[in-house]
């Protein structure tokens, strides 16, 4: 009877780890199948933790304390909207939106995209260049120029990895990314903000007089970005699968979990920003116009540690996201309207503009504000032409965007649209 109950239990015994390790056999499985679908959106995420939105977070924190933690996290929602909707045009039609804009539009319009869309990737890349050119400038007290032309070769080192597969551009940025995070990690231990606020902020929106819009609208600005709307859907293609409408559901599901970690992770780097600067230069009463200030103001306040964690964040923020630039460059000129030009040429061409405004010594803060408003410009281009074709059913089949994300993605491109254009009236008015 006793040997007849231990093999019961023996059996039960057996039967349970079988259950443990094919339910853990699935759990690895779905790891590694995530694993393979994860890394275009963390290239992409790079563009909202760029030079800019250092600028604006910076000089927001600075000067309205923790009182435009709500932008940021507004914002960041409506970039996981349209990067969503730009994945999910790459997933569906197998091509990127510069070349379905070439196989839907007049080849006498689609010239003009390509015009508007490469000045607006050069426009991102002079902010962008800036940043890098700015972190080697403190770190190493580089004369600009030199910094300036350092940060182009090794910005073209970057992109030229490309060659051996998008995998490998996708890990050097995810580092260059970690590198920023880790460095602002650091900078929110040693600020020691009031987290109470920071709570209430992000909930409560709160704006107290006109210059709050205006980096409001500043960092919403800084945050949606033309040229990653363009590049997001032709980094997927990397991704595919297959092209049945099974295989094309479960690719665009796999991104958006791609596209909610990536996001998120900029969300709590541009949070931090602010929070940083709010419980450092707020509460000393130093309002911070400038990436230099602040990388000046952080020593004689938290130490030389912070400085240097703020110029190797700044540096890696302007390597990487320059790169992205240059790769969006290289997407829109042979989408739009299909120029046979050598890949290096092209990068080159899209690198140029921003390696000569530093070589010419144009103010760098200046550029930083052209380049925004040229972005004020170029941004509805994008979303217009985005909407337009993931509406078509003929264009996205069962992909084609239902009535629920027709009339968000009509409301959020009025309102960017809107705020872009008060951001050019305030910059001239």
């Known amino acids: 009877m006793r040997n007849d109950r231990s093999a019961i239990e023996l059996n039960v015994s057996s039967s349970d780890l079988s259950i443990i390790n094919s339910k853990n056999r699935n759990i690895l499985s779905k790891a590694r199948q995530l694993l393979k679908y994860l890394g275009p959106a963390f290239v992409i995420s790079v563009a909202y933790i760029d030079p800019g939105n250092f600028a604006t977070n910076i000089s927001g924190g600075s000067k309205f304390n923790y009182e435009l933690i709500w932008v940021i996290l507004w914002s960041n929602i409506i970039a996981i909207f349209l990067q969503t909707m730009s994945a999910k045009l ?26 508007v869309a490469e000045l607006g990737a050069m426009a991102t890349d002079l902010a962008e260049f800036l940043g890098g050119t700015l972190g080697l400038h403190l770190l190493f007290k580089m004369p600009l120029i030199y910094a300036g032309i350092l940060t182009g070769i090794l910005t073209f080192i970057i992109v030229y990895m490309e060659k051996y597969g998008q995998r490998v551009i996708e890990i050097i940025i995810t580092i260059l990314v970690t590198i920023i995070c880790v460095a602002y990690s650091m900078e929110l231990f040693l600020a020691n903000p009031d987290w109470t606020k920071v709570g209430m902020h992000t909930i409560i929106p709160t704006l107290s007089n006109n210059e709050a819009v205006l980096i409001a609208v500043s960092m919403l600005g800084a945050t949606v970005m033309p040229h990653v709307i363009y590049l997001h859907s032709h980094l997927v293609q990397y991704r595919k699968s297959g092209s049945s409408d099974l295989e094309k559901l479960k690719h665009l599901r796999m991104e958006k979990v791609d596209i909610a970690i990536a996001m998120n992770i900029a969300f709590i780097v541009n949070a931090a920003m602010v929070i940083v600067s709010a419980a450092v230069f707020y509460k000393n009463g130093m309002p911070v116009d400038t990436i230099e200030q602040a990388h000046k103001s952080l020593q004689p306040l938290l130490g030389s540690l912070s400085s240097g964690a703020f110029g190797i964040a700044l540096l890696a923020s302007g390597l990487s996201s320059s790169a992205v630039g240059t790769m969006a460059g290289q997407t829109i000129m042979k989408g739009f309207v299909n120029l046979s030009i050598p890949i290096n040429i092209r990068r080159l061409i899209t690198m140029a503009p921003a390696i000569i405004v530093i070589a010419i010594g144009i103010n760098p803060m200046n550029v930083l504000v052209l380049s925004q408003v040229a972005l004020s410009f170029i ?51």
């Open 90 to 115: 790459g997933i569906a039609t197998g091509k990127n939106l510069p070349e379905m804009c070439a196989k839907v539009f007049p080849k006498s319009l689609n010239w003009i995209f390509w015009i």
């Open 379 to 429: 941004l509805p281009f994008p979303i217009i032409q985005m909407l337009y074709i993931a509406n078509h059913k003929g264009l996205m089949g069962n992909l084609v965007n239902n009535n629920f994300t027709k009339i968000l993605g009509i409301l959020i491109a009025i309102v960017i649209i809107s705020l872009n254009l008060f951001l050019l009236y305030l910059n001239f008015f």
